[in-house]
């Protein structure tokens, strides 16, 4: 019995941590990490760049930062070489972008908070863990 109140007593805490999680996913500008990279639309268009999901500088391949207007082979190289990023403004303060590059396609950026990944990947593990844990006391 006291191996079933263990299992719920984690089994809140794992729904706690991502009751967390989603909190602080509205709370801030930033994708979450298990998102998957944006790929930018090229639009002939300003409605539709506007509408144009955002590229995670954090987990976009070479390809969809290639696809951004002004970057190049050496740049999309540059930024993930320069992973991770806390923030979309730090492709400017780590000189991988020059003022103009960056405000040209800062609209178009995104940057994932590294913790919140972490966090996820653990809250992930837990979930696993706990439906082990079910099985093994339902006997599954």
């Known amino acids: 019995m006291s191996r079933i109140r263990n299992l719920t007593a984690f089994a809140a805490l794992a729904l706690l941590a991502t009751a967390s999680l989603v909190h602080a996913q509205g709370s801030t500008s930033t994708t ?13 268009t300003s409605a ?3 509408s144009a999901p955002k590229v995670d500088i954090n987990h976009a391949t070479k390809e969809e930062l290639m696809a951004l207007k002004g970057v190049g082979d050496a740049t ?19 000189n991988i972008l ?22 996820r990947e653990a809250i992930d593990e837990a979930l696993a863990i706990v439906a082990s844990t079910r099985d093994e ?3 599954r």
Do not use: C, F, M, Q
């Open 32 to 44: 979450t990490a298990a998102a998957p990279a944006a790929h930018h639309e090229k639009s002939s």
């Open 76 to 94: 999309a190289d540059k930024i993930i070489a320069g992973r991770p990023y806390k923030a979309k403004n730090e492709l400017e303060s780590k």
């Open 48 to 50: 539709k760049h506007e």
């Open 137 to 139: 006391v339902l006997g």
């Open 98 to 119: 020059t003022k103009k590059e960056y405000d040209a396609i800062a609209k178009h950026l995104d940057a994932t908070l590294v913790e919140l990944g972490v966090a």
